[in-house]
């Protein structure tokens, strides 16, 4: 097609999609946007009216075509993508199909892949019909195209499952929620079953059940010794029945905190099994005698996580018979000074050297505050009602003594909870012993008592160690949730995600804390080019002072921050062109972080939006480089598309 018929086509084409609504005259911003909208171009309404006003040359609240064409021109055509569109155009109007290709080939994808694609590309994204029957691709449909979730920068492969789910389960991340029930503070907040359904919609697969007893026989759900409200045990079950595998098709893990009586147990056990039917496991599976199931064995069951008597064996005599009066007795040591003292006594024994790193090695432990002052072991009895205890097969709750303890008496089905604080002593004390832990059995860290304001705790330190289960509150915005979220969109937002090799390989002498020659190191440069009608702020204006910040999170050596200069009084296209870059020690482990803020002198920086996801989950291109674009989301998690940055990316192994 030839320039000057492809321009005449552009115009015919734009004025057959917006004529008819001039029909009458004028339009105003509401008639604007909606326009947009039905063009095919998403728009942030606010920075429409903005750019509405700037163009309304009468002042009258209403446009003419014309002056709705400027509009149009200013939101889609924009400068960094028409200086992309005119190097690949030989005529700075069209892109020939062969043009297309040598851009896929160059920026975006595989040689081979680049020429079977183009065409799908143009058939997909091009709106003119003369051009696209030419094999043909105009600037509109190129912007489409870039705007496109095919240019996001997570890679498509990693939004379904694709990972081997047939390891065992302790071979896996689990995304998991603490508290779950509860949607503000730990303290007077309400419960709320919403806890229960948007956890499981965002992936969760470990959910926490605080169990109490209530009136008329009717267990209840809430924070103990609290004023945070109340919900039935029997609604919380019915919401998760409902939508436990609405998002993923992998097993759920019922984390009971279970203070009931044993007659309320057995309630609890009646509800369990009616509620949920087939798909609560109740039985060991037959391939899976001594040894913890996969993902896969699992999909569509739930699992419950509580105290549990006996052995699995007697468990499986007792299907059938009557369990209803029957009670056994669980018994626990409540003091833990007497452990710490125990896995002081273990250093000589576990390697860690000469008397004197020994000694050292205490000291740090005493600065620590991880020896307690000695005393006397209390015996904590309860009672189970054995028809719960029963329906406990994988997940037993099993008290964290010390490692020394789980390797010579742990069970492949128990599972230890252990508190952020003594978890973080652990981590940076017995690391070796820690990982080797987490490679045989299901950890779960939660966040400390004194976060009665239910903030949470950076869970990029325990994933460095292998734990499986690290427990966030879900309802708290703010950066933890942001790497939980971007954790798991991996695999499918599936909730499970396999561990690196070096955390489930016995043999792997894998440190977080030091640098090791056997990494695979990857180098990542950014160009941050441009911003995309970034959010606005709460004032509405988008004349904000905007920035970026681009972090890495992983083991400790990974972690950078660097920051962009502030654009002045432009938070609809700031342009940056600055370059970052990065060197990534443990990619397995690593999550990238963009996070858009509006400059403030006086009351500091204002959020303004946010994107977390896998290092390893970012779209390479050919030649290990490409345009991608990052879709922002807010504090809460939510999308503000159309706002986005816009940046070129590569790599180097």
Same mark, same amino acid.
């Given at each position: 097609?030839?320039?000057?018929?492809?321009?005449?086509?552009?115009?015919?084409?734009?004025?057959?999609?917006?004529?008819?609504?001039?029909?009458?005259?004028?339009?105003?911003?509401?008639?604007?946007?909606?326009?947009?909208?039905?063009?095919?171009?998403?728009?942030?309404?606010?920075?429409?009216?903005?750019?509405?006003?700037?163009?309304?040359?009468?002042?009258?609240?209403?446009?003419?075509?014309?002056?709705?064409?400027?509009?149009?021109?200013?939101?889609?055509?924009?400068?960094?993508?028409?200086?992309?569109?005119?190097?690949?155009?030989?005529?700075?109007?069209?892109?020939?199909?062969?043009?297309?290709?040598?851009?896929?080939?160059?920026?975006?994808?595989?040689?081979?892949?680049?020429?079977?694609?183009?065409?799908?590309?143009?058939?997909?994204?091009?709106?003119?019909?003369?051009?696209?029957?030419?094999?043909?691709?105009? $600037?509109?449909? /190129?912007?489409?195209?870039?705007? *496109?979730? +095919?240019? #996001?920068? @997570? %890679?498509?492969?990693?939004?379904?499952?694709?990972?081997?789910?047939?390891?065992?389960?302790?071979?896996?991340?689990?995304?998991?929620?603490?508290?779950?029930?509860?949607?503000?503070?730990?303290?007077?907040?309400?419960?709320?079953?919403?806890?229960?359904?948007?956890?499981?919609?965002?992936?969760?697969?470990?959910?926490?059940?605080?169990?109490?007893?209530?009136?008329?026989?009717?267990?209840?759900?809430?924070?103990?010794?609290?004023?945070?409200?109340?919900?039935?045990?029997?609604?919380?079950?019915?919401?998760?029945?409902?939508?436990?595998?609405?998002?993923?098709?992998?097993?759920?893990?019922?984390?009971?905190?279970?203070?009931?009586?044993?007659?309320?147990?057995?309630?609890?056990?009646?509800?369990?099994?009616?509620?949920?039917?087939?798909?609560?496991?109740?039985?060991? $599976?037959?391939? /899976?005698?001594?040894?913890?199931? *996969?993902? +896969?064995? #699992?999909? @569509? %069951?739930?699992?419950?996580?509580?105290?549990?008597?006996?052995?699995?064996?007697?468990?499986?005599?007792?299907?059938?018979?009557?369990?209803?009066?029957?009670?056994?007795?669980?018994?626990?040591?409540?003091?833990?000074?007497?452990?710490?003292?125990?896995?002081?006594?273990?250093?000589?024994?576990?390697?860690?050297?000469?008397?004197?790193?020994?000694?050292?090695?205490?000291?740090?432990?005493?600065?620590?505050?991880?020896?307690?002052?000695?005393?006397?072991?209390?015996?904590?009895?309860?009672?189970?009602?054995?028809?719960?205890?029963?329906?406990?097969?994988?997940?037993?709750?099993?008290?964290?003594?010390?490692?020394?303890?789980?390797?010579?008496?742990?069970?492949?089905?128990?599972?230890?909870?252990?508190?952020?604080?003594?978890?973080?002593?652990?981590?940076?004390?017995?690391?070796?012993? /820690?990982?080797?832990?987490?490679?045989?059995?299901?950890?779960?860290?939660?966040?400390?008592?004194?976060?009665?304001?239910?903030?949470?705790?950076?869970?990029?330190?325990?994933?460095?160690?292998?734990?499986?289960?690290?427990?966030?509150?879900?309802?708290?915005?703010?950066?933890?949730?942001?790497?939980?979220?971007?954790?798991?969109?991996?695999?499918?937002?599936?909730?499970?995600?396999?561990?690196?090799?070096?955390?489930?390989?016995?043999?792997?002498?894998?440190?977080?804390?030091?640098?090791?020659?056997?990494?695979?190191?990857?180098?990542?440069?950014?160009?941050?080019?441009?911003?995309?009608?970034?959010?606005?702020?709460?004032?509405?204006?988008?004349?904000?002072?905007?920035?970026?910040?681009?972090?890495?999170?992983?083991?400790?050596?990974?972690?950078?921050?660097?920051?962009?200069?502030?654009?002045?009084?432009?938070?609809?296209?700031?342009?940056?062109?600055?370059? /970052?870059?990065?060197?990534?020690?443990?990619?397995?482990?690593?999550?990238?972080?963009?996070?858009?803020?509006?400059?403030?002198?006086?009351?500091?920086?204002?959020?303004?939006?946010?994107?977390?996801?896998?290092?390893?989950?970012?779209?390479?291109?050919?030649?290990?480089?490409?345009?991608?674009?990052?879709?922002?989301?807010?504090?809460?998690?939510?999308?503000?598309?159309?706002?986005?940055?816009?940046?070129?990316?590569?790599?180097?192994?």
């Amino acid at each position: 097609m030839a320039p000057m018929s492809h321009e005449k086509s552009e115009t015919r084409w734009f004025l057959s999609k917006i004529q008819d609504e001039f029909r009458g005259g004028k339009i105003n911003v509401e008639k604007t946007h909606k326009l947009l909208e039905k063009l095919n171009i998403q728009c942030n309404y606010f920075h429409v009216k903005h750019i509405f006003k700037d163009n309304d040359r009468q002042k009258q609240g209403k446009i003419t075509i014309e002056e709705f064409r400027a509009i149009y021109r200013i939101i889609v055509h924009r400068e960094e993508i028409v200086e992309i569109f005119n190097a690949y155009s030989e005529n700075r109007r069209i892109l020939f199909e062969s043009n297309l290709i040598e851009f896929l080939t160059q920026e975006q994808y595989a040689v081979e892949k680049a020429k079977s694609i183009a065409s799908e590309i143009i058939q997909k994204y091009e709106p003119i019909d003369e051009v696209r029957k030419a094999h043909q691709m105009s $600037l509109e449909g /190129f912007t489409r195209y870039i705007y *496109s979730s +095919e240019c #996001l920068l @997570f %890679k498509e492969e990693c939004a379904k499952v694709y990972q081997d789910m047939t390891y065992p389960l302790s071979d896996y991340f689990i995304s998991s929620s603490h508290n779950t029930y509860l949607v503000s503070d730990q303290l007077v907040g309400p419960s709320d079953l919403w806890g229960y359904v948007s956890a499981l919609v965002k992936g969760c697969r470990c959910l926490e059940i605080d169990c109490w007893d209530g009136s008329q026989d009717e267990p209840v759900v809430y924070h103990g010794y609290t004023l945070t409200s109340k919900l039935l045990f029997k609604t919380v079950i019915q919401a998760i029945n409902k939508y436990a595998f609405m998002t993923s098709e992998y097993p759920v893990v019922l984390s009971l905190e279970n203070h009931c009586s044993p007659s309320q147990q057995e309630v609890m056990a009646d509800i369990l099994q009616t509620t949920f039917g087939d798909s609560l496991l109740s039985d060991i $599976l037959n391939d /899976f005698p001594d040894s913890l199931p *996969s993902p +896969e064995a #699992l999909k @569509f %069951k739930i699992l419950v996580k509580n105290k549990k008597i006996g052995t699995l064996k007697e468990t499986r005599e007792r299907i059938g018979s009557d369990k209803r009066g029957k009670v056994g007795m669980w018994e626990e040591e409540e003091v833990e000074a007497e452990e710490e003292e125990e896995e002081l006594k273990s250093l000589e024994d576990d390697g860690f050297g000469s008397k004197d790193n020994q000694g050292k090695e205490i000291e740090t432990k005493k600065s620590l505050g991880v020896i307690l002052f000695p005393k006397k072991k209390k015996i904590r009895k309860l009672k189970i009602a054995l028809a719960l205890s029963d329906l406990v097969i994988y997940t037993k709750a099993e008290k964290f003594r010390s490692f020394q303890y789980s390797r010579q008496y742990q069970q492949f089905n128990e599972n230890n909870s252990i508190g952020e604080t003594r978890a973080r002593k652990l981590s940076k004390l017995r690391v070796h012993e /820690f990982i080797f832990h987490t490679r045989k059995f299901i950890t779960r860290i939660y966040p400390k008592a004194i976060r009665a304001d239910s903030s949470n705790f950076n869970p990029q330190e325990f994933w460095n160690m292998g734990c499986q289960m690290v427990a966030l509150n879900f309802q708290t915005p703010g950066l933890p949730m942001d790497l939980q979220n971007g954790k798991f969109l991996d695999n499918g937002g599936s909730g499970y995600i396999l561990k690196p090799h070096f955390l489930r390989d016995i043999k792997s002498k894998f440190n977080p804390n030091i640098s090791a020659n056997d990494n695979d190191p990857i180098a990542i440069t950014i160009r941050l080019i441009s911003g995309i009608q970034l959010p606005l702020s709460s004032s509405s204006s988008n004349k904000l002072d905007t920035l970026v910040i681009i972090e890495v999170f992983g083991v400790p050596n990974d972690h950078m921050k660097r920051q962009t200069r502030v654009i002045k009084k432009n938070a609809f296209s700031p342009r940056w062109n600055e370059t /970052f870059t990065f060197i990534v020690q443990v990619p397995e482990l690593a999550l990238l972080r963009f996070v858009v803020e509006n400059s403030g002198l006086i009351a500091g920086n204002e959020f303004l939006g946010q994107y977390t996801l896998p290092v390893l989950c970012m779209s390479k291109g050919n030649f290990l480089k490409s345009y991608r674009r990052v879709p922002l989301f807010s504090r809460a998690g939510e999308s503000l598309e159309p706002a986005s940055l816009f940046l070129y990316v590569w790599y180097v192994k």
